[in-house]
């Protein structure tokens, strides 16, 4: 089992940045898949981004170009968010995986609030 929690969110006006961390309680294993999902208000949770542990990243249509996942040690997984926009308001959740796996494990979530 694996527990992970998420930090950085918080207020920003539009055009600004946010910098999430995720730290899990334990190494991320090759073959498994760390990833950002968001979900505002009355929609469905959706993917943000992804990385695999030999540096594969994937990104949702809406935050390509603006938004970087990386992995800053064994343990701890960023997400580094810049000129965000409203429609970025959402709870940011951090989730682990197997390739091809489960749902695994997800995070607390950390409010992302983008005034315009």
């Known amino acids: 089992q694996v527990q992970l929690v998420e930090s950085g969110g918080g207020l920003v006006q539009a055009g600004g940045s946010l910098r999430l961390s995720c730290v899990a309680s334990?190494?991320?294993?090759?073959?498994?898949?760390m990833g950002w999902y968001r979900q505002a208000p009355g929609k469905q949770r959706e993917l943000v981004a992804t990385?695999?542990?030999?540096?594969?990243t994937n990104y949702a249509d809406s935050v390509r170009g603006r938004f970087t996942i990386s992995r800053d040690n064994a343990k701890n997984t960023a997400l580094q968010m810049n000129s965000l926009k409203p429609d970025d308001t959402a709870v940011y959740y951090c989730?682990?995986?197997?390739?091809?796996?489960?749902?695994?494990?997800w995070g607390q979530g950390t409010q992302v609030t983008v005034s315009s």
């Open positions: 989730n682990l995986r197997q390739v091809f796996g489960s749902t695994g494990y």
């Open positions: 334990r190494t991320i294993f090759s073959g498994e898949v």
């Open positions: 990385i695999l542990s030999g540096g594969r």
